[in-house]
Nanobody, 126 residues
């Protein structure tokens, strides 16, 4: 059973940057994703990366500002967030996919992710 632990959240001013980390224990060659849930809203897809780092996919709302990456030697997945906006405020979750995706197009449905971390709060002040 894979276990995930996020870190790196915090309070930042608009325009600032944060890097979230997700430590993966257990089997590490999963396709991975980041999701977020703002207060009073449904959880939404942010970014995904395949097991080898060969492809990535982003939500339109973060494209060009966020970068997902992974370090296989450290079993860690990262989400570099730049040019942060108040609307990026949310709890951010990393998740491991139930099975490898055949295409990045399929990698945004949370129902396809079976293991989740506890979440880390990101707050962006205006």
């Amino acid at each position: 059973q894979v276990q995930l632990a996020e870190s790196g959240g915090g309070l930042v001013q608009a325009g600032g940057s944060l890097r979230l980390s997700c430590a993966v224990s257990g089997f590490s060659s999963y396709d991975m994703g980041w999701f977020r849930q703002a207060s009073g809203k449904e959880r939404e897809f942010v970014a995904a990366i395949n097991w080898s780092g060969g492809w990535t996919r982003y939500a339109d709302s973060v494209k060009g500002r966020f970068t997902i990456s992974r370090d296989g030697t450290k079993n860690t997945v990262y989400l570099q967030m730049n040019s942060l906006k108040p609307e990026d405020t949310a709890v951010y979750y990393c998740a491991a996919a139930r099975a490898r995706f055949t295409s990045p197009v399929a990698a945004s449905d949370e129902r396809d992710f079976g293991s989740w971390g506890q979440g880390t709060q990101v707050t962006v002040s205006s």
